[in-house]
């Protein structure tokens, strides 16, 4: 009598410092649900939190990729092809990898099972796409930053404010209000205050 055996599968999620929005554990949630209705059980759950998809090595990332090669999973499943990482390269890399040691890939918005031929082509196929449409996101970036460059628009750290301190206190000598010289000078009330009380402390 034949049985079948329990696939035992990896989780990975990510989240990177720039992300908005995403959470690990909306993820994780989704996954845990996949895992549930294929019929599989999880071996393990890896995070990365705080990691760039552009990033090769992630903790999380070596130490499932290190639990496959000791043969302790037998699919890996993630949310989207980003959460494994943005570089074509990369993906292509993992992807050959766990495939040579007979570990199963799938995604959730892809919809991606590496066990059957066209599984392993739409994975070549949306790897492609992902680093496009990352590409593309990057080259809108700095076309848009180059317009506002062109405009005059000044980019990065503002430049450290100096307030006229000379005209501050000849005004003030004229028993003038702060508001009054802030006004006049068209220049902030927290800054002169501060500028004002920081010289009293020091007389």
């Not at 079948?4 to 909306?26: D, F, H, M, P």
């Not at 007979?102 to 031929?117: A, G, I, K, S």
């Not at 009054?180 to 501060?194: G, N, Q």
């Amino acid at each position: 009598m034949s049985t079948t055996r329990l696939l035992r599968a990896g989780i990975y999620a990510r989240v990177s410092t720039s992300t908005k929005g995403q959470s690990v554990e909306n993820q994780l949630l989704q996954l845990r649900e996949y895992v549930q209705r294929r019929g599989w059980t999880i071996a393990a759950e890896y995070v990365d939190e705080g990691e760039s998809g552009r990033k090769r090595s992630r903790p999380s990332l070596d130490r499932m990729m290190a639990d496959a090669k000791r043969r302790k999973l037998d699919v890996v499943c993630a949310w989207s092809f980003d959460r494994l990482g943005r570089s074509l390269y990369n993906l292509v890399e993992l992807g050959k990898t766990l495939h040579e040691l007979d570990v199963q890939l799938t995604t959730l918005r892809e919809n991606v099972d590496t066990t059957t031929t066209a599984g392993r082509f739409f994975f070549h196929l949306c790897a492609s796409f992902a680093e496009f449409e990352t590409d593309l996101m990057r080259d809108r970036i700095e076309a848009g930053l180059a317009r506002a460059r062109a405009k005059g628009v000044q980019l990065g750290r503002p430049k450290k404010f100096e307030l006229p301190m000379d005209r501050i206190l000849a005004l003030r000598a004229q028993d003038r209000s702060i508001n009054s010289i802030c006004k006049e000078l068209a220049l902030p009330t927290t800054s002169v205050r501060r500028f004002l009380a920081k010289l009293a402390t020091n007389v």
